[in-house]
């Protein structure tokens, strides 16, 4: 594990990243750049708004200047001034008089937060709903509105600008690469998905930096669909070495880790994925879920027909402050930060270590002599207790399959969830066959 990150260290990182407006285009994303570009040499990757990739248009740089309600020529409420997310993204102009039940219809709030101010992000990915104007004002503030003759002003600026998806690619000893994505779009969320940037950071440049990697990494940091969907169209799929992709998705918050599984459910990614949980101290308390039925993100493009990168996904939704003015640095827990960079950390650990058996010598060895030393304790029945506990038996079988394990092609980590044994525990018994000449093992990830 790297010594030098700490979840205190995730957390200044983040706070870094937060202050910032963010969008899929627009002024405060491009402002955002210079803070991303001290961390790391990113290569910027730029796509004009208006361009259209299989119905996804990528929207116009958006502005309010100004969003508020009045009542018979006073001002009840200004929704700009209270928070930045105090109008609708991407919502048009709009000045007319309203009812409380049509306003209704246009606001977003939160019951169950009444304080907070929402994120409405409908009209970015419900092209339908784009006409609509729309406001997020709380619960508290609402019901205090009189039910008929509500002014509402609205006005918005768009205006031509740029998506940019941030690449980081740090260069191993073949081309085969590794995704890990982190989405850079929601305006002051600092846990969806700073937080998810900031653990990919750290480990890009505390751990991969500063490694011999025999796989290539890429750090892909980009605004959610529309990034990753115009980077791989532009990246030449037929092209492409990449093996899989990693998803950090708002991991800073206090509900426990989960794993979501690529669209098979059966791709190396998910066994790392599994084993690094396993091996783990959160084994008892993370979930494991199928593809697309627990979270919804970049998974979709990087899973879409025809791209098939097998993709997991690390993530603690749900929590409470999700898409509203209550997601803020203070509410992210340094503690949670640093579990998902070790998991993280962990997954990256088997990716470079696994191994299979390119060759296993024939016939069965005397694993307890001296010259090779491998014997694992078996039960002594009528003799001793000793042997018997269930850690021990599992050895002892091992002992005995492995040979035929490796034989049939089985890596390091297909048989160390076979057994369920600990993943490095296993790989250091498996070098120690190598090194008596007993096998030879070459990489093995898929």
């Not at 500063?210 to 037929?238: C, D, H, V």
């Not at 038996?393 to 890596?411: Q, V, Y």
Request: hydrophobic share 35%; net charge negative.
């Amino acid at each position: 594990m790297s010594t030098n990150v700490s979840g205190d260290l995730i957390k200044d990182i983040a706070k870094k990243l937060y202050p910032f407006n963010y969008s899929v285009v627009g002024e405060d994303s491009k402002a955002a750049l210079d803070i991303f570009l001290q961390f790391a040499d990113f290569t910027l990757h730029e796509f004009d708004s208006g361009s259209e990739l299989r119905g996804w248009v990528i929207p116009p740089g958006w502005k309010p200047l100004t969003a508020t309600v009045s009542y018979k020529g006073s001002l009840i409420y200004d929704c700009l001034k209270s928070s930045p997310l105090g109008c609708a993204y991407l919502s048009p102009s709009f000045q007319g008089t309203v009812s409380k039940a049509d306003l209704l219809s246009h606001c977003a709030w939160r019951d169950d937060l009444p304080g907070a101010t929402v994120y409405d992000w409908t009209r970015l990915y419900r092209i339908g709903e784009q006409a609509k104007w729309g406001l997020s004002i709380p619960s508290e503030i609402l019901k205090k509105f009189p039910d008929e003759d509500l002014d509402v002003y609205i006005e918005t600026l768009r205006y031509t600008s740029q998506m940019t998806v941030l690449d980081y690619k740090i260069q191993g000893q073949i081309n085969e690469e590794i995704i890990i994505n982190a989405h850079n779009c929601h305006p002051f969320q600092a846990n969806d998905d700073i937080s998810g940037c900031a653990v990919a950071l750290a480990l890009f440049i505390y751990r991969l930096s500063k490694s011999n990697n025999y796989y290539t990494y890429r750090l892909l940091i980009a605004p959610e669909l529309f990034g990753p969907m115009f980077w791989l169209e532009k990246l030449s799929l037929s092209n492409t070495t990449i093996k899989s992709s990693i998803l950090l998705k708002s991991v800073g918050n206090d509900s426990q880790i989960k794993i979501q599984n690529s669209f098979t459910g059966d791709a190396d990614i998910d066994r790392v994925a599994k084993s690094a949980v396993l091996s783990s101290c959160y084994a008892d308390v993370c979930q494991s879920f199928p593809y697309r039925s627990y979270y919804g993100n970049d998974e979709s493009v990087f899973e879409a027909p025809g791209i098939e990168i097998p993709t997991v996904t690390l993530t603690r939704y749900p929590f409470s402050e999700y898409h509203t003015d209550f997601d803020t640095p203070d509410r992210l827990s340094a503690k949670n930060l640093m579990e998902t960079y070790e998991i993280l950390e962990r997954m990256i650990t088997i990716i470079e270590s696994n191994k299979c058996a390119s060759y296993v010598q024939p016939g069965l060895f005397c694993l307890s002599n001296p010259k090779y030393n491998l014997y694992r304790k078996a039960p002594e029945p009528g003799i001793s207790h000793e042997g018997n506990s269930r850690n021990e038996k599992t050895w002892n079988l091992l002992m005995n399959c492995l040979s035929r394990e490796l034989d049939s092609g089985m890596s390091v980590l297909d048989i160390s969830l076979k057994y369920e044994i600990d993943y490095e525990l296993l790989l250091d018994y498996i070098l120690e066959w190598q090194a008596k000449g007993l096998v030879k093992l070459v990489p093995s990830f898929s």
